[in-house]
């Protein structure tokens, strides 16, 4: 039973580079979250996307944030000309819509510290 | 608006003593209530969840919460802590499954 994996695990850049996280869902589910968490804090949602259509973005997802889910698998979270308030732990999570209350399954997050 | 507030930003109890660890939401419509713990360096995993059908939910690891309407709370609890429960907790709040809103969360210490 493979869970939601996220690549890498850890990433350290330097401020004003860009950086791309991946995010491979349990197989069969079709919605995928993203959330950022930051020390002290609980996960706050950025997007999410069922099959490869990005449905809700958050206000917190400003510009330099990208996610694609090209193929309705996996997904890439991009920040462009990262910012040291970028550093956090980004999270993904999967579930399969269906009748009532989808449960959502966390990865274990990468965290990004931006020097 | 949906929110939660946790109560506690850390709790500490003995080893075998009750744990309650306190959510209160606020929310427009009847919400969809969830706590999930988080060990450190890894993602979160569902303890429980209420979804409209019984107010006493039971989840893993011998949690339960209540969901009572009249005080906007989903109270977690455990009647004996172990060693292991130790670590971070987090209420969240939904009504359409898409954007979950957490708390801040609630770190539970348990000694010896």
């Known amino acids: 039973d493979t869970g939601v994996s996220q690549n890498p695990r850890h990433k350290i850049t330097k401020r004003g580079q860009n950086v791309t996280f991946r995010c491979d869902p349990i197989?069969?589910?079709?919605?995928l979250y993203w959330y950022r968490q930051t020390l002290g804090q609980g996960p706050e949602f950025l997007t999410y996307?069922?099959?490869?259509?990005?449905?809700?973005k958050s206000r917190l997802l400003s510009d330099r944030f990208s996610a694609e889910r090209p193929k309705g698998s996996f997904s890439t979270l991009e920040i462009q000309r990262t910012e040291q308030g970028d550093s956090a732990m980004y999270l993904c999570?999967?579930?399969?819509?269906?009748?009532?209350?989808?449960?959502?399954?966390f990865g274990p997050g990468t965290r990004l510290t931006v020097l | 608006a949906q929110s939660v507030t946790q109560l506690g930003s850390h709790v500490s109890v003995s080893e075998g003593a009750l744990v309650l660890l306190r959510c209160n939401y606020s929310s427009s419509v009847p919400p969809y209530l969830f706590w999930y713990v988080q060990y450190p360096n890894q993602g979160l995993q569902l303890l429980l969840k209420y979804t409209s059908a019984a107010t006493l939910v039971k989840g893993i690891n011998g949690f339960e919460a209540e969901f009572k309407k009249s005080e906007t709370s989903f109270h977690l609890t455990k009647p004996s802590a172990h060693m292991s429960d130790a670590a971070e907790y987090f209420c969240a709040v939904s009504y359409n499954n898409n954007d979950m809103r957490f708390g801040a969360g609630t770190r539970l210490t348990v000694k010896p």
């Open positions: 996307f069922q099959n490869e259509a990005q449905l809700e």
């Open positions: 197989s069969e589910h079709n919605r």
């Open positions: 999570a999967s579930s399969l819509q269906g009748t009532g209350t989808d449960t959502q399954y």
